[in-house]
T-cell receptor, first 115, second 115 residues
């Protein structure tokens, strides 16, 4: 089975802090994704990566950046956390280079609270 | 504009009753279609998917979904609901949008099951 792990289940940070969310997948998948999930809005794509050191902006990239130095690891960075970034963050991966229309496998999520 | 609509925010059914969750999409071409389930505090788990072929697809946990091209719909069904099916269900559509392939998620339907 594909396993996608996220470094923290719950995280509490203060406004202005730099926040790192880590995601690791163990199935040699090409593509990795970061979403945020908010009630009534479903999942919205923040960034995705289709190869090491490659990244593409999703629908809501403002206030975020990403890093993919190794194939299995994809990090989401909040440069200066704000209260409106309080949310559930979900990482996902998919196998091949056809892009995100392939089946995506999700991690358990990180619930981030910014005070 | 491409979109995915889940018209029902909350649904409550009695255990043993049948279930249908609705999903409609707006997209000019044939999309890839997915249903995911999210149990409380968890990530998303794939229930089933449709890429091509038979328009009635079977998934895990006794779920099935039917793709109806004429109605731009991909409704999820289960003949007899179990208490453990209480969760949030997301329809997702893979499409080319904004310059790349991506999954667009509906806002979700929260299912409650009465004993």
């Amino acid at each position: 089975d594909v396993k996608v792990t996220q470094s923290s289940r719950y995280l509490v940070k203060r406004t202005g802090e730099k926040v790192f969310l880590e995601c690791v997948q163990d199935m040699d998948h090409e593509n990795m994704f970061w979403y945020r999930q908010d009630p009534g809005l479903g999942l919205r794509l923040i960034y995705f990566s289709y190869d090491v050191k490659m990244k593409e902006k999703g629908d809501i990239p403002e206030g975020y950046s990403v890093s993919r130095e190794k194939k299995e690891r994809f990090s989401l960075i909040l440069e200066s956390a704000s209260t409106n970034q309080t949310s559930m963050y979900l990482c996902a991966s998919s196998l091949n280079s056809l892009g995100s229309t392939d089946t995506q496998y999700f991690g358990p999520g990180t619930r981030l609270t910014v005070l | 504009a491409q979109s995915v609509t889940q018209p029902d925010i909350h649904i409550t059914v009695s255990e043993g009753a049948s279930l249908e969750l609705r999903c409609n999409y707006s997209y000019g071409a044939t999309p890839y279609l997915f249903w995911y389930v999210q149990s409380p505090g968890q990530g998303l788990q794939l229930l089933l998917k449709y890429f091509s072929g038979d328009t009635l697809v079977q998934g895990i946990k006794g779920f099935e979904a039917e793709f109806k091209r004429s109605q731009s719909s991909f409704n999820l069904r289960k003949p007899s609901v179990h208490w453990s099916d209480a969760a949030e269900y997301f329809c997702a559509v893979g499409m080319f949008s904004g310059g790349y392939n991506k999954l667009i998620f509906g806002a979700g339907t929260r299912l409650a099951v009465h004993p």
